[in-house]
């Protein structure tokens, strides 16, 4: 998710509703999502899976782009490579059992298909550090590029290939829109 989709929310709920925050960066299946908001666990969960519990309000909250990144200095990357020369380079990928991400790596795959992935990690931190500091390429969420990529060296590969999005959904209880502080907050973040 991007910084500004991930913090706005955040410091409203900080400055605007008087909230604390314990935030838990977890990737968690719809069932464990449905089950922390039904015990009241959680108030609020950004997931990438969706949910049809009819007690979870879930909604769209973000698609969250993916660009396609290299370190600067790559020996064999020009500004705009062809399909071909990308698909002779190593790849990094992203490891996550959700359903949706699958449905993401699937569309990829088929965009990029017979790419050699070489190293996998469930942390993007550690793609950006390893594509920076190596001639491995991946795709890695844009936010994510453009938060750290000066820091780690890592330019964008301009390709003519749409690559795809993932959607990042917002799930809450629905019974916590009685709490007046929490519907006002769900209506300021849910707005275009």
Same mark, same amino acid.
């Given at each position: 998710?991007?910084?500004?989709?991930?913090?706005?929310?955040?410091k409203?709920?900080?400055?605007?509703h008087?909230?604390?925050i314990?935030?838990h960066?977890?990737?968690?299946?719809?069932?464990s999502a449905?089950?922390?908001?039904?015990?009241?666990?959680?108030d609020?969960?950004?997931?990438?899976?969706?949910?049809?519990?009819?007690?979870?309000?879930?909604?769209?909250y973000?698609?969250?782009?993916?660009?396609?990144?290299?370190?600067?200095?790559?020996?064999? &990357?020009?500004?705009?490579?062809?399909?071909?020369?990308i698909?002779?380079?190593?790849?990094?990928?992203?490891?996550?059992?959700?359903?949706?991400?699958?449905?993401?790596?699937?569309?990829?795959?088929?965009l990029?298909?017979?790419?050699?992935?070489?190293?996998?990690?469930?942390?993007?931190?550690?793609?950006?550090?390893?594509?920076?500091?190596s001639? &491995?390429?991946?795709?890695?969420?844009?936010?994510?590029?453009?938060?750290?990529?000066?820091?780690?060296n890592?330019?964008?590969?301009?390709?003519?290939i749409? &690559?795809?999005?993932?959607?990042?959904?917002?799930m809450?209880?629905?019974?916590?829109?009685?709490?007046?502080?929490?519907?006002s907050?769900?209506?300021?973040?849910? &707005?275009?």
């Open positions: 998710m991007s910084m500004k989709a991930t913090l706005d929310p955040i409203l709920l900080m400055k605007n008087n909230y604390s314990e935030l960066d977890v990737f968690l299946s719809s069932d449905e089950d922390l908001l039904a015990y009241r666990r959680a609020l969960i950004f997931s990438f899976s969706s949910s049809n519990n009819h007690s979870v309000a879930c909604s769209l973000h698609k969250l782009p993916f660009v396609l990144v290299c370190r600067e200095g790559h020996p064999r &990357l020009s500004e705009n490579p062809t399909r071909e020369e698909l002779n380079e190593n790849f990094t990928a992203y490891l996550n059992d959700e359903n949706s991400f699958k449905d993401y790596q699937e569309k990829a795959e088929s990029l298909t017979k790419r050699n992935i070489v190293y996998r990690s469930n942390s993007f931190i550690s793609l950006l550090s390893v594509i920076g500091s001639d &491995l390429i991946g795709l890695v969420p844009a936010p994510a590029f453009e938060q750290y990529g000066p820091a780690l890592l330019r964008k590969v301009e390709t003519d749409q &690559l795809p999005s993932i959607d990042i959904y917002m809450y209880n629905r019974s916590a829109l009685n709490r007046s502080a929490f519907a907050f769900i209506e300021e973040i849910s &707005l275009p």
